[in-house]
């Protein structure tokens, strides 16, 4: 960590409260993008956004510099992300035309009016697969597939062994399959 930041916060600990808008400055973008990518939803993605501020503003006292202060904040994320799933009930996936990132990847071919309906009914495939899957179970897929993250991170992040993230993978993965194959 350094020294600037390693300052800054202990200057927001002693309750200069100014100093907080450099957190908000320097992790607020990066923030928002992780929560878009847990909720699939923009307007989700802001309160998310927002409640992991407040959460690491009102707690911030308890950072011990035993990490590195994102990994902290990544942490209070996630389990934001569980907290909203819980209270939802529900994962939505991006509405068409949002995240095209993931759907540039399907084949082209000369008839474009084709190629929106297919890719309309896999989204919706997907959306419908993501939201059978239990809160850990969706949260341990998007870390790995969608964030790329590794199992002993996941197992950091979400306080558990690497056997449990690896079981909630599978179990996903295993899932999804299932659900995609019989739709």
Request: glycine residues 2%.
């Amino acid at each position: 960590m350094e020294k600037e930041e390693i300052d800054l916060i202990k200057r927001i600990q002693s309750g200069e409260k100014m100093a907080f808008q450099w957190v908000m400055n320097r992790y607020g973008e990066k923030v928002m993008s992780l929560a878009y990518h847990f909720t699939r939803n923009t307007q989700d993605a802001e309160d998310l956004y927002q409640e992991t501020f407040i959460k690491v503003y009102r707690n911030i006292e308890t950072f011990r510099f035993e990490s590195e202060f994102f990994t902290w904040i990544y942490r209070i994320l996630t389990n934001q992300a569980f907290n909203f799933y819980r209270k939802n009930k529900r994962m939505a996936i991006a509405d068409p035309g949002e995240d095209d990132y993931l759907w540039e990847t399907l084949p082209s071919n000369d008839d474009e009016a084709d190629r929106e309906t297919f890719s309309s009914s896999l989204r919706s495939q997907i959306d419908w697969a993501l939201k059978k899957l239990s809160t850990q179970q969706r949260i341990v897929f998007i870390l790995k597939h969608i964030e790329g993250k590794k199992i002993k991170d996941i197992s950091v992040l979400l306080d558990c062994t690497e056997g449990t993230v690896k079981r909630y993978l599978f179990r996903a993965t295993q899932k999804l399959q299932a659900l995609l194959v019989e739709a």
